[in-house]
């Protein structure tokens, strides 16, 4: 079984060349991975012929395998299916929207977090993602769709499978790599997070040098609520949430994100919205709202158009709110859907 080097940092690979190897060897390696993205360490022309064969012999870039593509035909959006080393799957999802490209990665196979609206809570975990297999999804898709990464074109939301949070070491070395000017190269500004709501991580993340911006899953306006559409919210309960996040370090640029997924005569009242503006009333934010995606065995509905809208414009009198468009549901692509169709 041949060693993936994706998802490696600097020091990881001059471990993997050995002392005997000069340390600007480990520099080339990196940045033929990343920058570059070599697809095969053979190819990597600035290494002697003799080292390139060595490192190919016992290690690989390690990419995921793409088991299945599904091909939005609404609005081009495509799920991918991949098939990692030890045969489990995950899905990833390309979003093209014209001058913009936005790539929604899983941070875990499945999900341990039961929300009552999301299929891929159906699942339940199987395990958590290593960096190289959060980071090999950017990596394929941007191979498979030659995506430039210049010019601010590329967004990555971390909001497949998964909750991140329960995966942050994991996450936050993936970010590391994604961030770095001398790997992938994005700016911070252009990967968000999404979580259910897990407090102690949340504070470990505002602690981190280096992270992701942050987004927070609300979908509800009392505790009681919360707690019937994600039962995480026993454990972590809203009013503390909301304490951890008024607290969160923001950078200068940053607002954080409050994601509300609309269900049909549940929490899509005109008294919802009017709660929502007071539960995020001292928090420097801003509010997506999300017209729920339907799925079988969901047992919720989608609520209409001008309900969404009416919703929208009580609260942003307060805030920023906008309506996100869903994207690929005829391909179950869209928010909370995703829930490998092999």
């Not at 980071?135 to 967004?155: F, I, K």
């Not at 911070?188 to 999404?194: A, D």
């Not at 690929?328 to 092999?342: E, H, P, V």
């Amino acid at each position: 079984m041949s060693h993936p080097l994706v998802g490696m940092e600097l020091p990881d690979i001059r471990e993997v060349l050995g002392p005997e190897q000069p340390a600007y060897r480990a520099k080339q390696v990196y940045e033929a991975i990343y920058r570059s993205q070599a697809p095969e360490l053979i190819q990597i022309t600035a290494l002697p012929l003799r080292l390139r064969e060595e490192l190919a012999s016992s290690h690989a870039v390690g990419l995921p395998e793409i088991a299945r593509v599904y091909e939005s035909v609404d609005d081009g959006t495509r799920r991918y299916l991949l098939r990692l080393e030890d045969g489990r799957t995950v899905e990833t999802v390309l979003m093209p929207e014209g001058e913009r490209d936005t790539i929604c990665i899983s941070s875990q196979v499945g999900c341990p977090v039961d929300c009552k609206f999301c299929m891929t809570a159906l699942l339940g975990l199987e395990r958590s993602l290593t960096p190289g297999e959060i980071l090999g999804q950017v990596m394929l898709v941007c191979r498979e769709n030659r995506l430039r990464r210049d010019g601010g074109r590329l967004n990555i939301v971390m909001m497949g499978q998964g909750e991140p949070l329960l995966n942050l070491s994991n996450v936050l070395k993936a970010t590391r790599i994604l961030l770095d000017p001398a790997g992938f190269a994005l700016s911070p500004r252009r990967i968000t997070i999404s979580t259910a709501g897990i407090i102690p991580k949340i504070e470990e993340l505002g602690r981190a040098p280096i992270r992701p911006k942050l987004a927070i899953s609300l979908n509800a306006s009392t505790e009681e609520m919360r707690r019937e559409l994600m039962p995480i919210t026993r454990k972590y309960h809203l009013k503390e949430l909301l304490e951890v996040c008024r607290r969160y370090p923001l950078r200068p640029w940053e607002k954080l994100t409050f994601e509300y997924v609309l269900l049909k005569g549940v929490n899509d009242t005109d008294a919802d919205a009017r709660r929502v503006v007071k539960l995020l009333a001292h928090i420097n934010c801003k509010l997506n709202l999300i017209a729920l995606n339907p799925g079988p065995d969901i047992p919720f509905e989608t609520p209409a158009p001008e309900r969404v809208t009416a919703f929208q414009q009580i609260v942003r009198r307060s805030l920023p709110c906008f309506v996100r468009k869903p994207r690929g549901l005829d391909i179950y692509a869209a928010c909370g859907q995703l829930k490998r169709s092999t």
